[in-house]
């Protein structure tokens, strides 16, 4: 799986790229998995105007169909799940069974929209006037634009890609620019699905590239609508620049959550839960536990059965059997995370 | 209040009754506290007729025209709440708060028949056929029978026919044989919002009578949904007459209430909980408490704090302040009451 | 094709049948294709029991999981929508398009009951007590029996099986007596998905029989919901039988109806309308248009149309391409079809 | 009506200002009709604590009774329907009937909003787990602002506050700076009917002024949730201090509204529709008809019908029975309006 081979990024229903040829890594052994050349500002335009043409396209088929057409990218994904599961793997260095957890969530959310394309029901709402009533129909948007962050490169786009496409949306998307691997196996895998029908690959558009694409998208008067994935402080830029525009916004931002454990827990099911919480995708989900409040009374009690547990936690190469922990995702994040266990210390060692 | 006049049912937007003269007594002392005309069948049949007629008025009057109707009944029954609760505690013979809190159900239904008066939304759903698209509209079905008993004369109506009403149906009620006199407050109250809007007041069509015109609807075409509340034993009836001619049933029928008490339950609360349940409207309601179900750790302790409480019961005139049990409704009720009591007894003598 | 081997029901999880032999026909030329062993009652109550066992499996797993049964269910079925479509059209007798057209309507069913599962939402109601609410959950009713007429073999079936399922619910199945081949091939195909999950095949019931089966469903108390699909005449029977237990029902019934062309009409628009809606199925729908009212000014020139296009239906071998008619289902329909052209041919005489 | 005294606005359940003191004036003859004090800096940070104070006690109160207290302000409003009518058209300047009409639109809201109380459901939603189920329940956010625009300012405040109130939020409420009698005469009632019923009538806190309380709402960490009606500039701004802070924004903007009329258009009809469009309200509504698109056919007809009726309509005072077009409600507003006129003038000049 180490031997990938130079990638390029898909746009205009066609595969290439001329922008900056950028390394992926694998995060557990530093050693580069691929090279990838990613979206230069020209192929953007190219990409997104490909999309936006294709938008004519899609709009225009009935809901139903559309839903049809997710059932089989549902399909295509499940029949590589082990193997985008392994990628996942490889390329974000989450354990395995996390890597196929995830690829399933993005194939339940092909389901659930296989569903809710004949569910898209506008109303019929009844008037003061007589003979006269109100109806509400539901049109799509065109084109929804979706930026994604590294730590669920799959679920995330599912969740809003699956949706936008049965209510008739074209998408755009940009993955993270540490999973480019994950972002080109995705897109030929949909794409395949749109040759296979007869459909412009185009309707689902993705780019490999940066903070560059990304403030693009935001800036694009032809992109309604912007799911941003990611970090509080980029998230309230691109709503800044969306909102100027009149755009609307969907943000999944970052966490700062706390267990409270109080004197009648259950210890050993609390014990659990917060060693999920917090060691779980090494501690990269926006819904990590960050802290914990612990009642005085089982407070030693439930920290030495915590420091056990944690004893127990195999850390090791992701995709080996066994792992619970793997590596964080980049060389940055295992520096700051350093960084802030040495904060920690002085801390400790300034209230003693 | 004991001077009631001969009082007559209303039809036809006119107040009249050419059936049997019977009499209303006071369940409390078994005075009589009016003599009531029944409907004859012939009646029956001319009120129906003009409740029919005035269903083409009815519907065609925008929906949240007809809630602004039902907002104006509201407000008239919320005008008379004191005068309506007593008359409910009179003939009725439940305690005052509790003919006070029925009268308040009823008034509480019409404000939210007024919201629902602009909800009555129907659904543009998505085809599979290009620029095809299928509405679903909700059409009132015309005249809506409602067939209530005599432990919630009001509540029962208002569930019933406040929806009803601005949904575009007319209503014909037949209200208990022994509580005529609230079926004539109430029509009389109703009947004047609608007069005063200058509509027909047969849209709300009033019977008092007994099983003859409760038979009477269960057999009417012109009656495409029946409502009945009672015994099990006649709304079976009703529903095998009602759907013999392809018709719709709405049942509230006996029930057969348990409370489960476990060792770990707070046993003041459950035994008050219990008291209230069984001793409520003299325990003549659908939901009363008819079986206890006590964990053997605490059956003695709950039993002996249960009869303390229910020692604390104040039993007397319903209309009188601090009294907690009324009488039951009839003398047969009574009678059947004492009998119960009887086989236990001797149920009692058996088992040990 | 017309080598089936002696086929038997299928019940207890397993295949079996001790009541009478049958044959079904090809109602294309009435040659014999098979010969079926119906269920005897001592099958039914084996079932049945069987079935009501598997309602305690069933119910406890969650809906997502039931969604993903079924979703194998359409996947099952979708690998054989050539053959069932065959299966249709040579044991029902509808040409072949629309044999397959049927078999994906339940496929249809299947993915949308699929998006169904994560919907299946209870509600939480605010109160007017403060620190309270009212919760309302969905739960499965258990078995639910579904019975279904000899027209749309699969497509009923789907209609209820589906929701039945994903809502958590058995289903105990009838088909028509007269298509045993295709209640035979369908459960076949459902309980193989059940037995690849580990579960028993016994959640999806089914029996080969006439009214004797049909009456048993509708009198067993273990089946609170039958759907019964069929004349209006037995419905009218199971309706009473269902709710003389207090059992619900689903009746889809006969109709009768009719199109209205009026003087500003497309005709012909109107006329191929007309067309599909009065041959299509054989005119063996219950949506098939059985009268005409034409306005006076376009009555003469919309018959000629008519007549002209009347003439150019090919009828014949409904599994041969191009035939646009096939068979009646039966010869009792054929008789019953040739004496109400005589007795219309009758009318004309005496109505000039 | 010209004898309004000097007005101060409402804050901390009191009544009060330290603000500028304005001048309010009738549109109609440029006379003042009242002094107000505006609200200070100083005043905002007392009222909108006193808000947020209040929102304790309102969030905690249950749902329907919150509709309760909206029934009664509904109930206030009705009874002052023809003195709040004529107050708006003192103040905003538009006609009588239109005055009327806008606060029967707020009286409606409360109807609607009361109904609305007893339905605010949250959802249980089945999970994949086995016995566990997800719960989603509605919380009140605090406190919403509400700051609406010159031209509707008793329906804007309806539709927000309403529907604010019955989910358990208060309200901080800038009308425009030149209703300032309004804001005030609405605030009267509101508090009111919060006072009969014991509860600080802060819920409901308004404040006069201008752009720097509009401001401090935009930016006040304490207000999750604004909703601007205005101009598409001013909204630009709000949305954008709002969502800097996270907080959520609903915008009623401008609008710029053109009317198609085709060939086979039934003309007359739509020459009153224009003209209904484009003269109510003074064309002074984001719905009013700015642009028409004819199609060349019946381009002269039309026009010649429209100057036609144009000519009929009576300018004037608008609280005079019979007036249709009443007075731009500012001097800017009129001045604004004349430069169009030059404008257009100068191009048709140029375009010839």
């Not at 580069?32 to 192929?43: G, Q, Y």
Request: one cysteine or more.
């Amino acid at each position: 799986m180490a031997s990938f081979a130079r990638q390029e990024h898909q746009f205009l229903g066609a595969w290439g790229g001329s922008g900056p040829v950028v390394t992926t890594t694998n995060p557990s052994n530093n050693e580069v998995i691929a090279e990838v050349v990613e979206a230069s500002m020209d192929d953007y335009e190219k990409g997104m105007s490909a999309c936006f043409d294709a938008a004519k396209t899609w709009m225009a088929i009935p809901a139903p169909k559309r839903g049809e057409i997710v059932r089989q990218i549902g399909d295509a994904l499940r029949a590589k799940l082990h193997h985008l599961g392994r990628l996942l793997s490889l390329e974000m260095g989450k354990i395995l069974p996390e890597g196929i957890g995830e690829v399933q969530e993005i194939i339940d959310m092909c389901d659930y929209a296989v569903g809710l394309s004949r569910q898209l029901n506008g109303s019929i709402i009844p008037s003061e006037r007589p003979n006269h009533m109100m109806m509400e129909v539901w049109n799509p948007l065109g084109v929804v634009g979706v930026i994604t962050a590294f730590n669920f490169p799959c679920a995330v786009l599912g969740w809003n890609a699956c949706i936008a496409l049965v209510c008739g949306n074209c998408v755009v998307w940009k993955g993270a620019p540490t999973t480019p691997l994950i972002t080109i196996a995705m897109t030929k895998i949909v794409a395949s699905v749109f040759e296979k029908n007869n459909l412009p690959s185009a309707i689902f558009t993705a780019f490999c590239g940066g903070a560059e694409i990304g403030q693009a998208i935001a800036l694009d008067t032809r992109i309604p609508l912007v799911s941003f994935t990611g970090s509080t402080k980029v998230g309230q830029m691109v709503q800044q620049q969306v909102s100027a525009r009149f755009g609307k916004c969907l943000l999944e931002l970052s966490g700062n959550n706390a267990i409270i454990v109080m004197d009648d827990a259950d210890i050993p099911l609390a014990v659990r839960s917060v060693l999920f919480a917090a060691v779980g995708t090494a501690g990269q989900r926006c819904t990590t536990c960050r802290r914990l409040l612990l009642h005085e009374s089982i407070y030693q009690t439930f920290l030495d059965q915590l420091v056990e547990v944690y004893k127990q936690v195999r850390i090791g190469d992701p995709m080996e059997k066994g792992t619970l922990l793997g590596p964080l995702h980049t060389t940055a994040s295992k520096e700051s995370f350093l960084k802030g266990i040495q904060n920690i210390r002085s801390q400790e060692e300034k209230s003693f």
